[in-house]
Nanobody, 123 residues
Framework: QVQLVESGGGLVQGGGSLRLSCAAS????????MGWFRQAPGKEREFVAA????????HYKDSVTGRFTISRDNAKNMVYLQMNSLKPEDTAVYYC????????????????WGQGTQVTVSP
């Protein structure tokens, strides 16, 4: 089992940047594929980005490609989401998730979830 704790959210002006962090417990962090999801008010939770166990492969939601970068540090049990050129439509609660299987974008394939961190982007 793995426990996930997100941090780094906050209020930022449009065009600004934030870096989200997700700290994972346990000694088998590198056996999990990791993902970031987000949920805006009144909307369903959606996929944002995912990274393979080694960090060598990444996948992104189309609307964040070129602006967001997911990365991981297996030695520190950390996964990050660097968000640049933020837009008001990026406002949401961002969740870190861990998958034991071959999940990329499918939420049901993720086994463990953090509590979320709020990101608010002002116009």
């Amino acid at each position: 089992q793995v426990q996930l704790v997100e941090s780094g959210g906050g209020l930022v002006q449009g065009g600004g940047s934030l870096r989200l962090s997700c700290a994972a417990s346990g000694r088998t962090f590198n056996s999990y594929r990791m993902g970031w999801f987000r949920q805006a008010p009144g909307k369903e939770r959606e996929f944002v980005a995912a990274i393979s166990r080694s960090g060598g492969s990444t996948h992104y939601k189309d609307s964040v490609t070129g602006r967001f970068t997911i990365s991981r540090d297996n030695a520190k049990n950390m996964v990050y989401l660097q968000m640049n050129s933020l837009k008001p439509e990026d406002t949401a609660v961002y969740y870190c998730a861990a998958a034991q299987g071959l999940a990329w974008k499918d939420e049901p394939e993720y086994d463990y979830w953090g509590q979320g961190t709020q990101v608010t982007v002002s116009p």
